[in-house]
Nanobody, 123 residues
Framework: QVQLVESGGGLVQAGGSLTLSCAAS????????MGWYRQAPGKERELVAT???????NYADSVKGRFTISRDNAKNTVYLRMNSLKPEDTAVYYC?????????????????WGQGTQVTVSS
């Protein structure tokens, strides 16, 4: 089994910054891509940023230039540094990890989600 533990959410004023962390643990052989998604009330979950095993990154247009995704492979951890936060960034943020795990003696790629962490930006 694989567990993801998120931290770093909270309440911040517009223009402020937060850093989210997501640590993966368990029976992980290797980690492929990692990412962050968010879901605002009444809206669908949307991609925020992703990072590949080779550290190539991809961002939603709405966060480009303000958010930075990074990973520490030694710690199986992905980070999201959020600067210049806006009220419209308010949402529950979820980390997503795609990793290779051994299931019944067969290596398989599986997708896992964190429990979510609330980010609230006040105007």
């Amino acid at each position: 089994q694989v567990q993801l533990v998120e931290s770093g959410g909270g309440l911040v004023q517009a223009g402020g910054s937060l850093t989210l962390s997501c640590a993966a643990s368990g029976s992980i052989f290797s980690i492929n891509h990692m990412g962050w998604y968010r879901q605002a009330p009444g809206k669908e979950r949307e991609l925020v940023a992703t990072i590949t095993s080779g550290s190539s990154t991809n961002y939603a247009d709405s966060v480009k230039g303000r958010f930075t995704i990074s990973r520490d492979n030694a710690k199986n951890t992905v980070y999201l540094r959020m600067n210049s936060l806006k009220p419209e960034d308010t949402a529950v943020y979820y980390c997503n990890v795609n990793c290779n795990v051994k299931i019944l003696n067969t290596m398989s790629a599986r997708n896992y989600w964190g429990q979510g962490t609330q980010v609230t930006v006040s105007s």
